[in-house]
């Protein structure tokens, strides 16, 4: 079965630090994103990757940066983290567009961050 | 640029009454258009999915979706809800742009099944 682990659930950290939210896919998916959900606003795209090494800024990239390393990780991190970061992150991924380009995203269950 | 509105935020409906979760967007070209369930304290899962042929699309849990190119909406329906259906739900579709899908989400629907 399909499967996206973001293994941090509900991590707390302080305003300053640099933080690293993990996402793996068993799926050998080559396209992973990073969205923040935030109420009332749905879900927002911050960065995307579609294979190794690569990665595209999504809608709102700032104070964010990322990471592929390997094609089941991509991590996203928080430069400096501040307050307003607080937020759930949602990871995804799904095979390339192309001749499959109607299979969905298949979501981790979230990591639920706060910054103090 | 590619939309979507859910024009409801919230939904209260009592157990065994029919819903409806409106959902429209705005696009210039072909979609591929997508409900989403995200239950409390989970990831979001895919509901159904409307990608080309017929525009009435069902899911194995009861809901249905209809496409309706003309009024460029994607409803979501379901004849009669259980209190196991409470959870937000995300309407969004799909912009291809270069070799990945990316998807516009609405900003979602909270719906709460009372007893």
């Known amino acids: 079965d399909v499967k996206v682990t973001q293994s941090s659930r509900y991590p707390v950290k302080r305003t300053g630090e640099k933080v690293f939210l993990e996402c793996v896919q068993d799926?050998?998916?080559?396209?992973m994103f990073w969205y923040r959900q935030d109420p009332g606003l749905g879900l927002r795209l911050i960065y995307f990757s579609y294979d190794v090494k690569m990665k595209e800024k999504g809608d709102i990239p700032e104070g964010y940066s990322v990471s592929r390393e390997k094609k089941e990780r991509f991590s996203l991190i928080l430069e400096s983290a501040s307050t307003n970061q607080t937020s759930m992150y949602l990871c995804a991924s799904s095979p390339p567009a192309g001749r499959r380009s109607n299979q969905p995203q298949h979501f981790g269950d979230g990591t639920r961050l706060s910054i103090l | 640029a590619q939309s979507v509105t859910q024009l409801d935020s919230q939904v209260p409906v009592f157990e065994e009454a029919p819903v409806e979760l409106r959902c429209n967007y705005s696009?210039?070209?072909?979609?591929?258009l997508f409900w989403y369930v995200q239950y409390p304290n989970q990831g979001l899962q895919l509901l159904l999915k409307y990608l080309s042929g017929s525009t009435l699309v069902e899911s194995i849990n009861g809901f249905e979706a209809e496409f309706n190119k003309s009024q460029t909406s994607f409803h979501l329906r379901k004849p009669s809800v259980h209190i196991s259906d409470t959870a937000e739900y995300f309407c969004?579709?799909?912009?291809?742009?270069?070799?990945?899908?990316?998807?516009?989400f609405g900003a979602g629907t909270r719906l709460a099944v009372h007893p």
């Open positions: 799926m050998d998916h080559e396209n």
């Open positions: 696009s210039s070209v072909s979609v591929y």
């Open positions: 969004a579709v799909s912009l291809l742009s270069g070799g990945y899908n990316k998807l516009i």
